[in-house]
């Protein structure tokens, strides 16, 4: 198990830094050193579409004669949106996307930092299989496994912004997802719309190997566990070791926009 101790502020360099206790070692994270790998959701311009959804779309805010736009006349702008967490941006969903009775994401998440790895894999014509996930993990800490962090390749730019009804992404074979649970991963993080293959004529048997559920069980207890989509991990940030922070809008639903941000951590 890990334990965090923080080392304290120092004003003359602007870090905070705080030490990483695992029973075989120690390692030093520097909080001030962060690397965001969300794709947020965009209201204009080119967008990120899964599933054919729609465009996610904003408008201004009109009652009366207020009217929420400062560059129409009004005091401040206020806007609202229309758009999907699980479609149009990096989110994060919980066992309730799958679950007949009403499981929230904003009950669930209660880590502040998690120990994480970060693996590239080149799927076999789309297929994340089981000895990809192993080889890319056989150097990797076992202590860093509480999250799994997935970054796919070809890793152009073009996933910020991609329309996947025009393309077919990458998916997981269900002995992958086997794995990933035998690894007792609790975060499983991806840069696919789905852990399960786009069409799978609603099984969602990924989604389920994950958070252990049968196939076509719907009455469904909570799971800390959680699966989070489309992010996007720059090539410059290497496969190692990091520590997660999984930041998580404040949603009453089975899935929330989110922002997973890392920070590297270094061997004392």
Known sequence: M????????????????????????????????SRDISIPVQFEGDQLSAFGAPPAKKEVYKAEEFVGNVA????????????????NGTHTECVGHISGNQINI???IEDSFI???????????????????????????SDFMAALI?????????????????????????????????????????????VDKLDDGGALANHRIFWNVKPGETDI????K?????????????????????????????AAPSRPVLFEVKPL
Not at 72 to 87: D, M
Not at 116 to 135: C, D, M, N, Q, Y
Not at 221 to 224: A, I, L, N
Request: charge should be negative; charged fraction near 20%; hydrophobic fraction near 35%.
């Open 115 to 141: 120990p994480a790895t970060l693996v590239t894999v080149t799927p076999e014509e789309g297929l994340i299989t089981r000895s990809l996930l192993a080889k890319a993990l056989s150097q990797h800490n």
């Open 226 to 254: 959680t699966i989070t989509e489309l992010i996007y991990v720059p090539d410059e940030i290497k496969d190692a070791s990091y520590l997660l922070n999984l930041q998580v809008a404040a949603f009453k639903a089975d």
């Open 106 to 108: 904003h009950d669930i």
């Open 2 to 33: 890990a334990r965090l101790h923080g080392n304290g502020n120092t004003e003359e360099s602007g870090t905070l830094k705080i030490t990483l206790e695992f029973d075989d070692g120690n390692y030093a994270v520097d909080l001030t050193a």
């Open 72 to 87: 129409q006349g009004g005091s401040c702008n206020c806007e609202t949106y229309s758009f999907s967490p699980h479609l």
């Open 221 to 224: 207890k909570p799971s800390p």
């Open 150 to 194: 997935v970054r796919t390749m070809p890793n152009d730019a073009g996933k910020i912004a991609r329309n996947y009804g025009e393309s077919m992404p990458s998916y997981f074979s269900e002995k992958a997802m086997e794995y990933i649970s035998e690894l007792h991963v609790k975060h499983l993080l991806v840069d696919m719309p789905s």
